[in-house]
Nanobody, 128 residues
Framework: QVQLVESGGGSVQAGGSLRLSCAASGYTYSRQCVGWFRQVPGKAREGVAFIHPGTDITYYVDSVKGRFTISRDTAKNTLYLQMNSLKPEDTAMYYC?????????????????????WGRGTQVTVSS
């Protein structure tokens, strides 16, 4: 049984940093795309950052480029999202997702419908 557990969320002031973690059990970050999504109540879920473990090809939504970094630790079977220079608009529930298939057009697909396994989320709140 696949289980993804996020941690590392919290409340920070604008300009601060957080590192989210997603520990996997029953699943190995290998050849399928994995990534982070976020959602604010009343708004659509948004794909934020993705990595294809087989090639380490990454993809970021424009709003987080240069501020967020996705990475993985194979030994710990954990996915990370380092978030720097946080802005109030980054406030959301953040979810990790796995089993997103292979690369499409040279990158991971950023739509949630392609990902089969999801964590329960960790809240990130950025105050101005």
């Amino acid at each position: 049984q696949v289980q993804l557990v996020e941690s590392g969320g919290g409340s920070v002031q604008a300009g601060g940093s957080l590192r989210l973690s997603c520990a996997a059990s029953g699943y190995t970050y290998s050849r399928q795309c994995v990534g982070w999504f976020r959602q604010v109540p009343g708004k659509a879920r948004e794909g934020v950052a993705f990595i294809h473990p087989g090639t380490d090809i990454t993809y970021y939504v424009d709003s987080v480029k240069g501020r967020f970094t996705i990475s993985r630790d194979t030994a710990k079977n954990t996915l990370y999202l380092q978030m720097n220079s946080l802005k109030p608009e980054d406030t959301a529930m953040y979810y990790c997702a796995a089993d997103g298939g292979g690369l499409y057009g040279g990158r991971c697909r950023p739509q949630g419908l392609w990902y089969k396994n999801w964590g329960r989320g960790t809240q990130v709140t950025v105050s101005s």
